[in-house]
């Protein structure tokens, strides 16, 4: 008897768990139907497609025993898509039916306004008590329950919050006796949220068991547009993990991406390795010195040359369990995320690797290479729709496009702006004579992507790799720059300005971050959702408290409490 979690085979569980384990509490994993007969309370962290959750349920016989366990009256909490499950069906699914007990549906967010998934912190507002002051969690996801009490009145009476994003007002928790569900992470919402799961558990089971037929006490209220959503800004600081010469795993970081130590030119050393690789510190200890920070996610980029297979790289998955244990807040991890084949010649997909780095404790994986490989394939192709079997797609439609951010590595490419007619030409970006990068004054580009951690240029351009990765089933978009990466002169605004005009997912704006003043002038200059940075942290030049400081002080939202 006791707490029981629920797995249905989804993406990062593991993070509730590592949450539960801080927090002090003791937790079993339903195995088998008979485990809803054993549980006194039970949290689902639904991460994931609905269409997967509710099939994984089915399958494995525990959609009806969950069923039953609501309606004893036992204490539920559902998370994201433990939420979801408790409605009637969702648009993500059509074909798939919920448990119906919240009597509306889920529809997808109106992309008209805003990016889509709704990704980042914001605030979950009190329908009964709006005087009581917002708390800030994490939400990712592309599909929502629409608060309207008129239209849908017996579901507003389940709404315990609400939430708005760009013009649309959704519930982003529902709470009437014993049933609790939050659209939001709380497990990755920082201490905020290890609070509610905290306040949660030690409110006497009794208190939590009311039975899901007791009535609300007030008819559901009209909520109010503002003229803005709370949606802040992200902050994410990154660490590129590798192998030094020894073989340990550290963080480092490149110039250019180089990331070996200038040696002096004739050197000795210069024809042996070129210099030492660049040693920062330790991931680990990183990840948790910035998550202490304030960092809104943290980003793991595994840059060292896969030998093997990354499912046979134990050093760095046993980096990403170690850090979700100290780090609550989204984690994303890069590199290796491809289909591959195993020194045995077993053949490994990408959504295998994938799942192990979500099963380890991942949120997000960021695929690079592998999605320009895959956005030549689509464009070749003449179509406007994927075949289904790129490693965005499998991902995408296994744990939601939400989970699969793609990372471009774009190079500028000169051109005579007066004689070229060339490919790319309306993508052209012409330097003004006060150009950050000299070279750049009075010059005319485009933006090649590459691939092979900026040793190989491609033709495809940064817009139609972007457009293309969007319709594969990427979530988010993270774009370098291989000319700014390491120089500290500002984020390249021209290239984000392009990619986030092609686009209805998110941005995430990297490279060049020298100063604090580059994060307000990328948000304000371009409108990208998340800046990320990672030589300005790691050397202490900047903190993330001071960019946050900073950022308010230009009237720009950020996630402000940390403790």
Not at 205 to 215: F, Q, V
Not at 477 to 501: A, E, H, P
């Amino acid at each position: 008897m006791g707490l029981y979690l629920l797995d249905y085979g989804a993406g990062n569980v593991q993070s509730l768990a590592n949450s539960l384990s801080k927090l002090g509490h003791s937790f079993e994993w339903i195995s088998s139907p008979a485990d809803f007969h054993k549980a006194t309370s039970l949290i689902f962290p639904g991460v994931g497609a609905f269409e997967t959750a509710v099939e994984n349920l089915t399958k494995k016989g525990l959609l009806e025993p969950l069923r039953e366990y609501l309606q004893s009256g036992k204490p539920y909490f559902g998370i994201c898509i433990g939420m979801q499950v408790l409605f009637q069906s969702s648009a993500e699914s059509p074909n798939f039916y919920g448990l119906g007990i919240v009597p509306t549906t889920i529809d997808r967010f109106d992309d008209s306004d805003k990016t889509v998934p709704h990704m980042g912190w914001n605030s979950a507002d009190l329908v009964q008590t709006p005087d009581v002051g917002p708390a800030f969690y994490y939400f990712v996801h592309s599909y929502c329950a629409k608060y309207s009490p008129t239209d849908r009145p017996e579901a507003a009476s389940w709404t315990y919050t609400t939430t708005q994003y760009g013009g649309e007002i959704f519930i982003s928790s529902v709470r009437k006796g014993n049933v609790f569900g939050t659209q939001f992470h709380p497990e990755k919402s920082g201490a905020a949220g290890l609070a509610l799961i905290d306040n949660w558990l030690r409110t006497p089971e009794a208190e939590r068991s009311a039975g899901i037929s007791k009535p609300v006490s007030l008819p559901p209220p009209t909520v109010s547009l503002k003229s803005r959503d709370n949606l802040s800004k992200r902050i994410i600081a990154c660490m590129d993990v590798r192998s030094d010469d020894n073989g340990n795993l550290i963080v480092t970081k490149g110039d250019q991406y180089d990331v070996r130590e200038k040696v002096p030119s004739g050197s000795s050393m210069q024809v042996k390795t070129g210099g030492a690789v660049r040693n920062l510190g330790k991931p680990v200890t990183l990840a948790s010195k910035y998550y202490a920070a304030g960092a809104d996610e943290i980003c793991l980029l595994n840059i060292t040359s896969f030998r093997h297979s990354p499912l046979q790289d134990q050093p760095m998955l046993a980096v990403v369990r170690a850090a979700a244990k100290y780090v609550f807040v989204p984690l994303t991890i890069g590199g290796g995320i491809k289909d591959t084949v195993d020194p045995d010649g077993t053949k490994r997909s990408a959504l295998e690797v994938a799942s192990e780095y979500f099963r380890a404790g991942a949120d997000k994986v960021s695929i690079g290479s592998d999605a320009v490989y895959a956005a030549e394939k689509l464009l070749a192709s003449g179509q406007n729709h994927g075949d289904g079997t790129s490693s965005i797609a499998t991902i995408a439609h296994a744990y939601g496009r939400q989970a699969v951010v793609v990372s471009i590595d774009p190079r500028q490419v000169y051109v005579d702006a007066v004689t070229y007619d060339g490919p790319h030409k309306d993508e052209l970006v012409h330097g003004s004579p006060e150009s950050i990068l000299e070279c750049d004054r009075g010059k005319s580009w485009w933006y090649a992507c590459t691939v092979s951690g900026g040793r190989e240029t491609r033709s495809i351009s940064v817009c139609q790799l972007a457009r293309a990765v969007e319709v594969l089933g990427a979530g988010e978009i993270l774009v370098n720059s291989i000319d700014r990466d390491g120089t500290g002169l500002g984020f390249d605004s021209d290239l984000l300005r392009l990619v986030k005009g092609s686009v209805k997912v998110p941005v995430v704006a990297s490279s060049g971050a020298g100063k604090k003043e580059h994060f307000s002038e990328v948000f304000e200059q371009t409108g990208v959702e998340a800046a990320l940075a990672a030589g300005i942290f790691h050397r202490g030049e900047v903190d993330i408290g001071e960019v946050k400081e900073h950022l308010t002080h230009n009237n720009i939202k950020v996630r402000t409490y940390v403790a």
